[in-house]
């Protein structure tokens, strides 16, 4: 895998807009779950926020790691 490349001179970091699109899909998922009803059936909302974008970041890490290799 890449470890930065480089957008307009400025060398990025490969989880960096890994980390934006998983924020962007824990948004999403997020409003999902607040409409079904989920929360209300868990006991730590911010814990569950946080694993929850976690595993959305993790997933799509390993998604790229297949891709690219």
Known sequence: ???????YGV?????????LVAFLVFLGLHLLLLRV???RHVWHPPL???ALYILVLG????LMRAILA
């Not at 895998?1 to 957008?7: I, N, R």
């Not at 997933?59 to 390993?62: D, G, I, S, V």
Request: net charge negative; hydrophobic share 60%; glycine share 4%.
């Open 48 to 50: 569950f926020n946080f």
């Open 59 to 62: 997933t799509l890490f390993a």
């Open 11 to 19: 060398f990025i970091p490969t989880l960096m807009p890994l980390m």
């Open 37 to 39: 009803g989920v929360y």
């Open 1 to 7: 895998m890449y470890e930065e490349f480089s957008l």
